[in-house]
């Protein structure tokens, strides 16, 4: 059996955040006999980092592999610390490219991405947009592994589009654009056009307060649902017909991927790594970011188009089926062996 240690921002049912890679990622990688020591579920930042370094040294002696959650905000710098620790220790250490940001991080800080990436056993993108940009920039020990879901898990659904019902899925977070949802809806509004919202997530970075106030002043009704499991989500969103992706910043996001499956026409703001995800109008949708009248009329486009929207969300359900675990666990398997 093949020990590893996965440092990332562990959170838990009982968190108000969303499932982070870490959580889902080392189970899977339980279920296919690894042992998973994870760190870190610590809310103070240097206590989570303190508990990230001692599982290293803690398990130093057991562990094949380091795999670390990599981002391009205060994560990156876990990250960093980690990676020269396990340099220290001699560990195989794996940065994980999670951060739809980290290209301009590795501009930004290049002495200190060098130090992570450079001497890292390999380093996993989970998108061609990540692969690319860090390859662009000298990176060679890069390979592509994707985000996955277990596909059995998402029931595909044709949607009938005679009211348009709108689904967001996301943490509240100001990378994310989740005020730009509201500004939708009260464009399609505007026309006079009977529409509504769903948004789902935690708060993020106390932009849940804000949107919430953006709707009241726009004096449109939003749902908003808080945190909801996974499952929960999902039941709910049989009742919505369009899934929208308001990102200014995104790697491969999951919530995407999994709105695919269900069949849900995707519109998503073409940023980051949502083109390598998303081809227009064959699988989903594209449109220019923090633009309320480019997303109105691409979701009028999808409304008045029935025939044609199910063609395309019947490709992004069979697009999608190359993200499921039994697909995606034979990459990480021949990487931990």
């Not at 996301?170 to 654009?177: C, D, G, Q, V």
């Not at 039941?235 to 929208?244: G, H, K």
Request: hydrophobic letters at 40%.
């Amino acid at each position: 059996m093949k020990t590893l240690i996965y440092i990332g921002n562990k959170e838990g049912v009982k968190s108000e955040a969303n499932l982070s890679s870490i959580d889902i990622l080392g189970k899977l990688l339980e279920g296919e006999d690894y042992k998973v020591y994870s760190a870190s579920a610590k809310k103070n930042i240097l206590f989570r980092l303190l508990d990230m370094l001692w599982f290293c040294v803690k398990h130093r002696r057991s562990a094949d592999y380091v795999l670390i959650d990599t981002y391009s905000t205060l994560n990156f710098y876990y990250a960093f610390f980690v990676s020269q620790l396990c340099r220290i220790l001699k560990l195989k250490y794996i940065p994980i490219l999670h951060g739809g940001n980290l290209p301009n991080r590795l501009k930004k800080t290049s002495k200190l991405s060098k130090a992570i990436f450079n001497d890292s056993y390999t380093n996993v993108a989970p998108s061609m947009y990540t692969k690319s940009n860090f390859e662009a920039l000298g990176f060679e020990n890069i390979i592509y592994i994707p985000n996955t879901i277990e596909i059995d898990n998402y029931t595909f659904k044709e949607r009938p589009f005679d009211t348009i019902k709108l689904l967001w899925v996301r943490s509240f977070s100001r990378i994310y654009n989740p005020i730009l949802a509201v500004e939708v809806l009260k464009a399609l509004k505007d026309k006079n056009i009977h529409a509504e919202l769903c948004m789902i997530g935690p708060d993020g970075d106390g932009s849940l307060s804000i949107v919430k106030k953006h709707a009241e002043k726009l004096a449109v009704r939003v749902d908003f649902k808080g945190k909801l499991t996974k499952q929960e989500w999902i039941e709910l969103s049989e009742q919505y017909n369009i899934f929208i992706n308001t990102t200014n910043f995104d790697n491969m996001p999951v919530s995407v991927i999994e709105a695919m499956a269900l069949g849900l026409p995707v519109v998503s703001t073409n940023v980051g790594g949502l083109p390598f995800l998303i081809e227009h109008k064959k699988n989903g949708f594209l449109v220019a970011p923090n633009s309320a009248d480019e997303f109105v009329s691409m979701i009028l486009e999808i409304a008045d188009s029935n025939e044609k929207t199910n063609k395309i969300t019947k490709e992004a359900r069979n697009f999608v089926e190359q993200f499921d675990w039994e697909n995606v666990k034979k990459h990480w398997i021949k990487l931990l062996k």
